[in-house]
């Protein structure tokens, strides 16, 4: 709970720093990189406890609504049963990114993302060793980005991410977790084509 109300506190400080911003702009053919901290709200048939951990996106515009992006995130936490059992998530996914950016120089754009990944757990529990997992992942969310200037950006964003167990770490169920984010981000111009 103290972790939410911080993701809450620290995107009431932001939102309001977007609101003067001039010049911004998501442009097209751009790279858009940049470290966020992302909170996992697990399924509670998972038995694992809600934690946060940081992560880093990259992605190319190639136009000025259409985006594709690859995303790295990892957080450690321990099941909700005993309180004993490690749990370390690692998540890769790749995504198609809409943004909603219909004027120019436009200061809040939100966006529709959607996309593929694995989700990685690895438990270790005292006595018995560890044992993990990979899973193949849909997700699907949206969010909005604050543009702060041409290059700088904050980003709130949240997904749905559905999986199957894989019967090693987690029962051979359909689970849904929720995912929420906060992080900055730079986007900046492609280098030059050469000329022959």
Not at 103 to 111: G, H, L
């Amino acid at each position: 709970m103290r972790i939410r109300r911080h993701l809450l506190l620290t995107a009431l400080f932001v939102l309001p720093l977007a609101a003067g911003t001039a010049q911004a702009e998501n442009r097209a053919q751009t790279w858009e990189f940049g470290p966020y901290l992302v909170f996992t709200d697990f399924d509670s048939l998972t038995e694992i406890e809600d934690a946060t951990g940081p992560g880093f996106r990259f992605g190319y515009n190639f136009t000025q609504l259409h985006e594709i992006e690859v995303l790295f995130d990892t957080l450690n936490s321990e099941d909700t049963v005993s309180g004993q059992i490690d749990v370390h998530q690692g998540e890769v996914q790749t995504n198609y990114v809409f943004n909603f950016n219909f004027q120019r120089r436009q200061v809040v754009i939100p966006y529709f993302t959607t996309g593929f990944g694995f989700l990685r757990l690895e438990v270790d529990a005292p006595g018995t060793g560890s044992n993990d997992e990979v899973d193949p992942e849909f997700n699907f969310g949206g969010g909005v980005r604050f543009f702060m200037g041409r290059v700088f950006n904050v980003r709130l964003d949240f997904r749905f991410i559905f999986f199957e167990g894989g019967n090693e770490v987690l029962q051979g169920l359909d689970f849904q977790n929720n995912q929420f984010s906060i992080g900055v981000g730079w986007v900046v111009p492609a280098p030059p084509k050469r000329k022959p």
